[in-house]
Protein backbone atom coordinates (compact mmCIF):
# COMPACT_ATOMS: atom_id res chain seq x y z
CA UNK A 1 0.00 0.00 0.00
CA UNK A 2 1.34 3.26 -0.74
CA UNK A 3 1.25 6.00 1.49
CA UNK A 4 2.53 9.64 1.43
CA UNK A 5 3.02 12.27 4.08
CA UNK A 6 4.32 15.68 3.72
CA UNK A 7 5.65 17.89 6.77
CA UNK A 8 7.27 21.02 5.98
CA UNK A 9 4.74 24.09 5.59
CA UNK A 10 4.19 26.88 7.71
CA UNK A 11 3.74 30.57 8.03
CA UNK A 12 6.63 32.55 6.51
CA UNK A 13 7.29 36.24 5.91
CA UNK A 14 7.92 37.04 2.08
CA UNK A 15 11.04 36.87 0.85
CA UNK A 16 11.86 33.89 3.52
CA UNK A 17 12.70 30.05 2.62
CA UNK A 18 10.61 26.50 3.90
CA UNK A 19 11.99 22.95 3.03
CA UNK A 20 8.98 20.64 2.66
CA UNK A 21 9.47 17.22 3.09
CA UNK A 22 7.11 13.97 1.75
CA UNK A 23 7.65 10.77 3.41
CA UNK A 24 6.98 7.79 0.89
CA UNK A 25 6.08 3.92 1.85
CA UNK A 26 5.37 1.20 -0.52
CA UNK A 27 7.06 2.45 -3.73
CA UNK A 28 10.39 1.05 -3.01
CA UNK A 29 11.86 -1.00 -5.71
CA UNK A 30 9.61 -0.07 -8.06
CA UNK A 31 9.43 2.79 -11.11
CA UNK A 32 7.66 5.71 -9.60
CA UNK A 33 7.73 9.28 -10.21
CA UNK A 34 6.92 11.96 -7.41
CA UNK A 35 5.49 15.16 -7.74
CA UNK A 36 4.52 18.71 -6.29
CA UNK A 37 1.25 19.97 -6.84
CA UNK A 38 -0.43 23.41 -5.24
CA UNK A 39 -3.58 24.45 -4.48
CA UNK A 40 -4.29 27.95 -3.61
CA UNK A 41 -7.65 29.23 -2.34
CA UNK A 42 -10.50 29.37 -4.89
CA UNK A 43 -8.08 27.91 -8.19
CA UNK A 44 -7.04 24.49 -9.60
CA UNK A 45 -4.51 22.39 -8.56
CA UNK A 46 -1.81 22.78 -10.57
CA UNK A 47 1.68 20.94 -11.08
CA UNK A 48 5.29 22.52 -8.87
CA UNK A 49 7.92 19.86 -9.88
CA UNK A 50 8.49 16.44 -10.56
CA UNK A 51 11.47 13.51 -10.16
CA UNK A 52 11.51 10.05 -11.50
CA UNK A 53 13.40 7.10 -9.45
CA UNK A 54 16.54 7.97 -11.80
CA UNK A 55 16.81 11.60 -10.85
CA UNK A 56 15.18 13.07 -14.04
CA UNK A 57 13.11 16.39 -13.19
CA UNK A 58 10.68 18.06 -14.76
CA UNK A 59 9.27 21.53 -13.56
CA UNK A 60 5.64 23.54 -13.92
CA UNK A 61 5.96 27.35 -14.58
CA UNK A 62 4.98 27.84 -11.00
CA UNK A 63 8.57 25.65 -10.11
CA UNK A 64 10.38 26.85 -12.91
CA UNK A 65 13.79 28.31 -11.41
CA UNK A 66 12.50 28.68 -7.96
CA UNK A 67 11.92 25.49 -6.12
CA UNK A 68 14.37 22.89 -6.79
CA UNK A 69 12.94 18.42 -6.27
CA UNK A 70 15.26 16.35 -4.66
CA UNK A 71 14.72 13.43 -3.04
CA UNK A 72 17.16 10.84 -1.05
CA UNK A 73 15.92 7.47 -2.55
CA UNK A 74 17.62 5.59 1.01
CA UNK A 75 15.44 7.07 2.66
CA UNK A 76 12.30 7.20 0.72
CA UNK A 77 11.91 11.06 0.99
CA UNK A 78 11.07 13.56 -1.53
CA UNK A 79 11.74 17.18 -1.36
CA UNK A 80 10.88 20.87 -2.13
CA UNK A 81 13.24 23.42 -1.60
CA UNK A 82 11.24 26.99 -1.48
CA UNK A 83 13.36 30.45 -1.26
CA UNK A 84 12.11 33.74 -2.28
CA UNK A 85 8.56 32.74 -1.35
CA UNK A 86 5.81 35.34 -2.23
CA UNK A 87 2.32 35.85 -1.14
CA UNK A 88 1.43 33.92 -4.48
CA UNK A 89 2.95 30.86 -3.43
CA UNK A 90 0.13 30.82 -0.62
CA UNK A 91 -1.46 27.34 -1.19
CA UNK A 92 -1.85 24.04 0.31
CA UNK A 93 1.43 21.55 -1.47
CA UNK A 94 0.32 18.45 -2.11
CA UNK A 95 2.71 15.22 -3.13
CA UNK A 96 1.81 12.68 -5.56
CA UNK A 97 3.33 9.69 -7.03
CA UNK A 98 2.69 7.90 -10.00
CA UNK A 99 4.27 4.24 -11.02
CA UNK A 100 5.01 5.33 -14.57
CA UNK A 101 8.80 4.88 -15.13
CA UNK A 102 8.53 7.91 -16.67
CA UNK A 103 7.21 11.17 -15.54
CA UNK A 104 4.13 12.07 -16.62
CA UNK A 105 2.59 15.82 -17.50
CA UNK A 106 1.43 18.08 -14.54
CA UNK A 107 -1.81 16.53 -14.86
CA UNK A 108 -4.28 15.30 -11.22
CA UNK A 109 -5.23 12.08 -13.23
CA UNK A 110 -1.81 11.14 -14.16
CA UNK A 111 -1.24 10.82 -10.21
CA UNK A 112 -2.60 7.99 -8.56
CA UNK A 113 -1.25 8.38 -4.91
CA UNK A 114 -1.74 11.27 -2.81
CA UNK A 115 -0.41 12.58 0.57
CA UNK A 116 -3.27 14.98 2.84
CA UNK A 117 -1.23 18.32 1.81
CA UNK A 118 0.48 20.75 4.06
CA UNK A 119 -0.04 24.32 4.36
CA UNK A 120 2.11 27.34 3.24
CA UNK A 121 1.19 30.52 3.76
CA UNK A 122 2.98 33.54 3.32
CA UNK A 123 1.41 36.79 4.33
CA UNK A 124 1.12 39.90 1.59
Known amino acids: QVRLRESGGGSVQAGGSLRLSCAAS????????MAWFRQAPGKEREGVAS???????NYADSGKGRFPISQDIAKNTLYLQMDSLGPEDTAIYYC??????????????????WGQGTQVTVPS
Open 96 to 113: AASTKWRCPPFEVSSFTY
Open 26 to 33: GLSGIDHC
Open 51 to 57: IDRYGRT
